[in-house]
């Protein structure tokens, strides 16, 4: 080994990451703003109980892939997240593209997030935000207010992210802590408000579209409202635990966030949604807590929101920045955003990018946020698919192997297959939840620009030392990896003959084939 992939400079995080801080990351970043806004949506579209009933379903979906990331992050700690991944079990090209539509989906999440406080806010101050009207997008007037707002809080969130994972964790433990403290107290009150009946559940499901049909709704959009628990690998390297506790801090955040949804979708449900009063309401949540409990009830659910929009902001900013930094050290992105902040150690640039780029969405109105969801969901089922593909292939029947796993590997393959009726809803027109032609056109978009990214790369990433590459993403040389893997790697003439292939396949460009180093 040469010794100037010895001293590669990866640029290392600040292990500062406590396990509460974690779990509240992945939480905060599930629920965000969609368990207070959407509903109402969910309920005028699929009924109250089956809405429920499918988020429930698709909870226990996200499970089914998260025991691939659980175990992924157990076996092999190293950052990155599903870049690293992708990278050890496919190699360099499918992992960019992967983990391009991943940052996709995070960008998209922290623009909904920036545009669903504006949304708040003038639902709250219709005088003051209801002026300087700019123009009309989709049928949604489009006002300078709302546009300042969102900025505003966007840029508030870079310094935070830019100050360090400590800061935004401890933030994150705390807006979380607050979201659950009023999610209960508006739970309970509920059962005390003017216009609770059980009665108003009714009808459970959608007459149109029938039961099964108004569950698969719902369904299809649980990598949107789960989209967050994958924030836990990505900021792996900052961990100050165990690897080995990732999966159990998956799951709790994954249960504790399908509860919060059931719980507002129960609590909205029957506080009125037969009442003709309501309907057609922007906001039916809100409306219906304003009936019930005045504007204190009003005040003490915007508290939740804005909570809830806080938590999404600061963790996916900080995971989708940790992405571009795993991405920009490897160099498969530009190397500008692996730099860190001289002071705080952080991915400065990276989340000055992903600012940037989100900075748009305000100015797209409210009919964006429907387009925004679908993207979202895309891109990252495009990235739990290939995660649990890579756990498959990485985790083997063969008790010799020393990734010996066969609960993992079934998981994994069930995993793969969830994932991928997950793309089909969404990207086969047709379907029950297939994407919008806006969203399409935006996610084609995306596919142009991160090709441009790929070509300009290209052949920097072709000729790039495997060795040094594999030390880059994975902190571990072509040597150890293989040895991590495989039991008998240091003869590679006792591996069985697919695993040769395997290896080749994984750790080799097609111009290196020919060395004999390995």
Not at 17 to 26: C, R
Not at 318 to 336: D, E, I, N
Request: hydrophobic share 50%.
């Amino acid at each position: 080994m040469n010794d100037k992939n010895r001293e590669i400079d990866r640029g290392d995080l600040k292990q500062n990451l406590s396990e509460k801080f974690v779990w509240a990351i992945a939480y905060g970043s599930c629920i965000g703003w969609g368990a207070f806004i959407l509903p109402g949506d969910w309920i005028k579209q699929s009924g109250p109980i089956a809405s429920a009933i499918g988020i429930v379903i698709g909870a226990l979906l996200m499970i089914l892939i998260a025991v691939s990331y659980g175990a992924l992050v157990e076996r092999f700690p190293v950052s990155g997240g599903a870049f690293a991944f992708s990278y050890l079990s496919f190699g360099r090209y499918v992992s960019f593209f992967s983990s391009w539509f991943l940052t996709f989906g995070y960008v998209c999440v922290v623009a909904l997030n920036a545009t669903a406080f504006s949304l708040l806010i003038k639902f709250l101050l219709p005088n003051i935000l209801n002026s300087g009207r700019l123009y009309t997008i989709a049928g949604w007037d489009v006002y300078i207010t709302e546009i300042v707002i969102a900025t505003v809080l966007l840029l508030v969130f870079m310094f935070i992210a830019i100050r360090g994972a400590s800061v935004s964790g401890t933030l994150q433990y705390y807006f979380c802590i607050a979201m659950v403290i009023v999610v209960v107290l508006m739970f309970v009150g509920s059962f005390f408000g003017n216009n609770f009946s059980l009665s108003n559940l009714q009808p459970l499901a959608s007459k149109e579209l029938g039961w099964f049909n108004s569950i698969i709704m719902i369904v299809a959009i649980a990598p949107w409202a789960y989209v967050g628990f994958d924030n836990i690998p990505q900021t792996a390297e900052e961990f100050n635990f165990s690897p080995n506790k990732t999966f159990k801090l998956i799951v709790y955040s994954l249960l504790a966030a399908a509860l919060t949804y059931v719980i507002m979708i129960l609590y909205t449900g029957w506080l009125g949604t037969n009442n003709a009063n309501f309907n057609g309401n922007l906001w039916l949540t809100g409306a219906e807590t304003q009936t019930a409990f005045g504007y204190i009830g009003l005040g003490v659910l915007a508290i939740a929101i804005i909570m809830g929009i806080f938590t999404g902001l600061n963790g996916f900013l900080m995971s989708s920045s940790r992405l571009l930094f795993s991405m920009g050290r490897a160099g498969v992105m530009p190397k500008a955003f692996s730099k860190l902040h001289p002071k705080y150690k952080t991915p400065y640039v990276a989340i000055i990018f992903l600012v940037a780029i989100t900075l748009i969405a305000p100015w797209l109105g409210r009919t964006a946020l429907t387009w925004i969801v679908d993207m979202s969901s895309t891109g990252v089922s495009i990235a739990y698919f290939i995660t649990c593909l890579s756990a498959a292939k990485l985790f083997s029947y063969n008790k010799q192997s020393n990734t010996y796993g066969p609960l993992y590997k079934t998981f994994a393959i069930l995993g793969s297959i969830v994932s991928f009726i997950f793309l089909l809803l969404l990207l086969v027109p047709g379907s029950p939840a297939s994407l919008s032609m806006p969203s399409y056109i935006a996610l084609g978009s995306w596919l142009v620009i991160g090709l441009i990214f790929f070509v300009v790369r290209y052949p920097k990433l072709k000729n790039m030392n495997n060795d040094e590459l594999s030390r880059l993403i994975l902190n571990q040389s072509e040597r150890e990896v293989k040895e991590m893997i495989y039991v008998n790697a240091r003869d590679e003439g006792e591996l069985p003959a697919i695993s040769r292939v395997l290896l080749l396949y994984t750790f080799t460009s097609p111009s290196e084939t020919r060395n004999d180093d390995f």
